[in-house]
């Protein structure tokens, strides 16, 4: 009867496995969370939230059209406009950049009635290390006015 000699797998090799099999779990889980951790957007070197709070700007809704004039430093990227009226609130579109000191104007939907409330929330463009970044100010940042015809 013959003897068999078990044998297993060199310490060198074991180890160099167990190395790798870590170093891969670790890559991923480095990825998956970074997945969960959000780039800081900056404008002016500062985080793009704290820029909302040097927007400035008036508007005007009458006849049909929105007049924004930024009297600000911050430039808009662009505006974010709804209506209220009949109880609810709805996007109704955006309108193109606005340089600080510039004023445009736009057009409104027919459907918007006299004494309908227009809120423009203002949208700014900042960045990230590796690309740009549109940020919605929050609500309080908007202004509103009523819509005359």
Not at 55 to 66: C, Q
């Amino acid at each position: 009867m013959a003897v068999l000699k078990k044998r297993g797998i060199s310490p060198v090799v074991a180890t160099t496995l167990l190395v790798s099999i870590t170093l891969i779990l670790a890559v991923i889980v480095f990825f998956w969370a970074r997945s969960f951790i959000g780039e800081t957007v900056e404008k002016n070197d500062r985080a793009i939230e704290m820029s909302c709070d040097n927007v400035e700007f008036l508007m005007e809704a009458k006849n049909g059209n929105l007049t924004i004039n930024n009297i600000g430093s911050v430039p808009i990227y662009t505006v974010e406009i709804r209506v209220r009226g009949r109880g609810e609130i709805k996007e109704i579109g955006r309108a193109a950049g606005i340089k600080s000191g510039e004023t445009k104007v736009f057009s409104l939907p027919s459907e918007i009635r006299p004494g309908d409330r227009v809120i423009a929330v203002p949208i700014l463009l900042g960045e990230t290390r590796t690309r740009r970044v549109t940020h919605i100010c929050d609500a309080k940042y908007g202004i509103s006015t009523e819509y005359m015809s």
